[in-house]
């Protein structure tokens, strides 16, 4: 039985669905779907998914021997929807080659329009038409499209402009006109010739004139760009997985160029930078899909509003905007109308913001596209709650919508509003991606990459963007374009990345060749610095500063609705009261790990510190941990006021302590001064606590074991803390936590130096305090016993950095050096200390959570490592029981998102 790999569509039928998007991509399963609800499309059909895996497996010869029957039949039946023939001169069809996979990727692979078309079939539409103006556009837009995406034409530097383009701007010279559109016909005659001879020189090969061929070479070169860097680069960032593979959708042309009354357009049904319900887009009067989203000519708004708002950012008064740049509404009243019901439709039909193509051919509205609009994370979080206010969804379903990745954005400082207004506007753009942004301007995509590499927070600043782009997109603070509308692929590629972006910056002279961007009569070189708001498209001279941002109003409202739903808490890693106040206001409820050795390193607390470091008895060391003592103590009761009323988990001593003595000659001559010894004695003690894996060496409750001393002054620091924060009417909440173990008796016996203690200090302060003592898993062989653990330690908390570390065998500290090779041979997927390995770390924290209950029913169990803030991660601790994760301030929200979604999902 032969497999199926070509679904048709047409004429309000199709053979897919929406529900089809694995096999059929997002768009072809979309394109069936919009047929089956009345929505106008242009016939064709969809080549599945699968297909473009089995072209890696086989090769383009194979894969056309096995495409051919199903492909011819598909044809025809096009054909005859459209009642004419591929490659008919008298009658020709045209149709367009798109890629779609089943996560949308805006720009990052090939399309062809126009396909079908060689010298006898355009004069016959000329004939047919009566339009050669049309016909010869849609010719060299062919043979350029086709030459870039199939023949691979490319400019052989990056400095240079597209070969195609170069040969444009000579014609368009030689005819002595500034716009592509005024091009005559004898010169895009020329245009086609030209470029055909350019495509022989470079490729040696000629341009195929027989049609079938052409659609052979576009879908196969469809498929190819899969896996082409911006493809592959962009799959990584999003974590869409290579074997997904792309759909090919072949679909009739239709045309947007064929004159005033023909137009194409993108349009979303909501505002995909901010989120407001306004219905947004931009269109372009006789031109075809590319010219808008390519930032070619500088598109117009489609509604009265949209253009009104453009017109005022960009200082076009009312009768200028009204005569030349007339929005949809006001200039195609009946065509608007339609396309207004019609993504009404389709977002009620989808139930969610919908970004859409169209074009209008000679008065007549199709749609060539709908998906779920990429957008912001403040458009994600505004949407989510207005669907759930309109009644389109329900509580959970806004919860699900967002993804907790992108609530990053949220987090980041937005510009002063007092440093805004000292200020100096240089200019002003399209506010394509909101966020503020400030760096060095940089004009390639590779310095982008370079630079940031060096630890330069860098400004792509280019005349347009292009797919090419993407990585050093993804490199930049920020982004700032000449041309390109709202809905170019910069401004659509940087909203989904939440990268803040200026497009359409028209009055902005860029210069690739000297590297330099002339602003406002000002030259600005590589590396000036700019700052651009990419919620107004304000560009700014020099750095403007920044402020946090604050939980508060949709968000505040999302983040409520998620401690409606999620079983597991979320508290915060801090080590100073100001940590814990940022990650309190973002909604942690405790501290789930301080660090105390952070504490350690200013001026004075250091000195005590290597004083005891240095002592070499019990009581000499007793003495340096007293001086230790009141600061340990200032400290940890300004974290527990901060988080009063609420745990707080304070771990041991963890880190070697040769991490707290200088290594360089310069450093040790000012211990020596200090501690009133000659520098050799401070090198042998150095030298002496040297480590071959310090990781694994003296280390953890391997010191409070070796120092008991330290132990007792620690917990001394905490709940000396407690009792006079409890007698000032406060109520703390210390946890006290022994790192490291991987033994039974390690824990026992630190647990009695903690207790001993307790008992002194609650003594001394005539008052008790209730607290816990728990333990660090983050040794394998500590989850392997916990059940004899548990007997003893009252709380678990899993330290995954250690415990990722011991079992895969990484050094933590090393990983840099082989980690890339392995993910580039996919023997890692991704970073495990980045990503919880659930099949192996994920096995033994789950079997350590069982195992400690089996002993202590009821064990509280958190997580405290890097993972903590990490989406995945925090599902898998909830889907296993953990009763909370801890992660840094900032990823407080992300990390109550993901638990909330993981309670939903269960
Ligand atoms: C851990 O190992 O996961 C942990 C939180 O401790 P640290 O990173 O301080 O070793
Ligand atoms: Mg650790």
């Known amino acids: 039985m032969s497999e199926k790999r070509v679904y048709l569509f047409g004429n309000g039928k199709a053979e897919g669905r929406a529900d089809m998007r694995n096999l059929l991509g997002g768009k072809g399963a979309n394109l069936a779907e919009m047929n089956l609800i009345g929505v106008p499309v242009p016939p064709g ?34 054909e005859e929807l459209m009642n004419c023939k591929f490659g008919d001169p008298k009658n020709p069809l045209l149709v367009s080659v798109r890629s779609g996979a089943r996560a949308s990727m805006p720009g990052m692979m090939d399309t062809i329009l126009n396909l079908g ?51 444009i701007e000579e014609v368009k010279e030689e005819q002595g006109v500034v716009l592509d559109k005024d091009l005559s016909v004898e010169s895009l005659k020329k245009l086609v010739e030209r470029f055909k001879k350019a495509i022989k020189e470079q490729t040696g090969s000629d341009f195929p004139t027989d049609p079938k061929e052409q659609l052979w070479g576009a879908i196969c070169a469809v498929f190819r760009s899969w896996m082409n860097e911006r493809a592959i680069l962009y799959r990584k960032m999003e974590g869409i997985p290579d074997e997904w593979g792309t759909a090919v959708s072949v679909m009739a042309m239709v045309f947007g160029n064929m004159g005033d009354t023909s ?37 117009q708004q489609i509604t009265k509003i949209g253009s009104q708002r453009w017109a005022e950012r960009a200082g076009i008064d009312e009768a200028e905007r009204v005569a030349k740049y007339p929005s949809m509404e006001e200039a195609m009243p009946e065509i608007y109308k339609q396309l207004n019901e019609l993504q009404d439709k389709l977002e009620h039909h989808y139930h969610d913001m919908q970004d859409m193509e169209f074009t209008v051919q000679e008065g007549k509205l199709w749609f060539l596209q709908t998906r779920n609009g990429k957008r912001t994370g403040t458009a994600m979080v505004k949407i989510a709650m207005d669907l759930l206010h309109e009644g389109m969804i329900d509580e959970k379903t806004a919860v699900l919508r967002c993804e907790p990745q992108k609530l990053d954005e949220l987090l980041h400082p937005v510009f002063d509003k007092k440093a805004l207004l000292q200020a100096k506007v240089i200019t002003q753009g399209l506010p394509a991606s909101p966020g503020a942004a400030c760096g060095q301007i940089v004009f390639h995509a590779d310095d982008a990459q370079e630079w940031h590499a060096d630890g330069h927070k860098v400004i792509m600043v280019r005349i347009e963007t292009s797919p090419e782009d993407l990585a050093g997109m993804a490199s930049a603070e920020g982004i700032l374009t000449a041309r390109g509308g709202m809905t170019s692929h910069a401004a659509v590629v940087a909203r989904g990345m939440g990268k803040c972006c200026v497009s359409g910056a028209g009055s902005i002279n860029v210069d690739y060749k000297t590297k330099t961007v002339e602003i406002d009569g000002t030259v600005y070189k590589e590396g000036d610095y700019i700052s651009l708001n990419g919620t107004t498209g304000q560009v700014y001279a020099g750095q403007v500063p920044t402020k946090a941002a604050e939980l508060s109003g949709d968000f505040k409202e999302l983040m409520d609705l998620c401690d409606k739903y999620t079983k597991l808490q979320v508290r915060t890693n801090a080590d100073t009261p100001h940590d814990a106040q940022v990650a309190r206001a973002f909604g942690a409820k405790g501290i789930g790990l301080t660090r105390t050795e952070h504490m350690f390193f200013e001026d004075k607390k250091i000195i005590a510190m290597r004083e005891m470091i240095l002592a070499d008895t019990v009581e000499g060391r007793e003495k340096a941990l007293a001086k230790l003592l009141p600061y340990q103590k200032a400290d940890f009761k300004g974290i527990l006021e901060a988080m009063d009323g609420c745990p707080v988990n304070i771990r041991l001593l963890d880190p070697p302590l040769h991490e707290f003595v200088p290594h360089d000659q310069a450093g040790q001559e000012v211990m020596a001064k200090q501690m009133g010894v000659d520098v050799a004695t401070i090198k042998r003690r150095v030298a002496s606590l040297a480590e071959n894996n310090p990781m694994l060496g003296h280390r953890g409750c391997r010191l409070g074991i070796t120092f008991p001393e330290i132990t007792a002054m620690q917990t001394r620091a905490i709940l000396s803390a407690a009792c006079e924060l409890k007698k ?33 200090v609650f003594a001394e302060y005539g008052t008790e305090i209730k607290f816990e003592i728990g333990t660090m898993i983050e040794i394998p062989r500590a989850a392997l016993t916990a059940d004899k653990i548990a007997t003893e330690a009252e709380y678990f ?41 659930q099949n192996g770390v994920g096995q033994l924290i789950e079997m350590a959570v069982e195992k400690g209950r089996s002993v202590r029913p009821g064990l509280r169990c958190g997580i405290c490592g890097e993972h903590g803030g990490e989406p995945s991660s925090v599902k898998f601790c909830a889907k296993i029981g953990m009763n909370y994760a801890s992660c840094s301030p900032f990823r407080v929200p992300i990390a109550r998102l993901a638990a909330a979604q993981a309670a939903i999902e269960d």
């Not at 009566?130 to 530097?157: A, C, I, W």
């Not at 079992?807 to 200390?833: H, M, Q």
């Open 45 to 78: 059909f969809t080549i599945t998914t699968d297909t473009c895996n089995e072209y890696y497996k086989v090769g383009q010869a194979k894969i056309v021997e096995l495409l051919s029957d199903e492909v011819t039949k598909a044809v025809a039946h096009t």
């Open 263 to 299: 137009a194409t357009g993108v349009c979303f049904s909501r505002d995909a930078g901010n989120g407001e319900n306004l219905f947004n887009g931009e269109y372009l009067v006789n031109a075809q899909g590319e010219d808008v989203v390519a930032g070619i000519r500088t598109p």
């Open 117 to 167: 078309l060689n010298d006898e079939v355009a004069e016959g539409m000329v004939a047919k038409t009566g339009n050669p103006h049309f016909v010869y556009d849609s010719y060299r837009r062919f043979v350029q499209m086709y030459g870039d995406v199939v023949l691979g034409m490319k400019p052989e530097n990056k400095e240079d402009i597209d070969p195609f383009e170069a040969i």
């Open 797 to 837: 908390s899993f330290g995954t950095n250690d415990l990722t570390q011991m079992t895969f065998g990484y050094s933590r500290d090393d990983i840099a050096s082989f980690l890339p090779v392995y993910l580039e041979n996919k023997i890692l997927k991704v970073d495990p200390f980045q990503v919880l390995d």
């Open 728 to 760: 000032e009417g406060k109520n703390p909440m210390p946890e006290i936590m022994v790192p490291l173990i991987g033994i039974l008796y390690e824990f026992k016996q630190q647990k009695e130096v903690i207790q001993k203690t307790a008992k002194e």
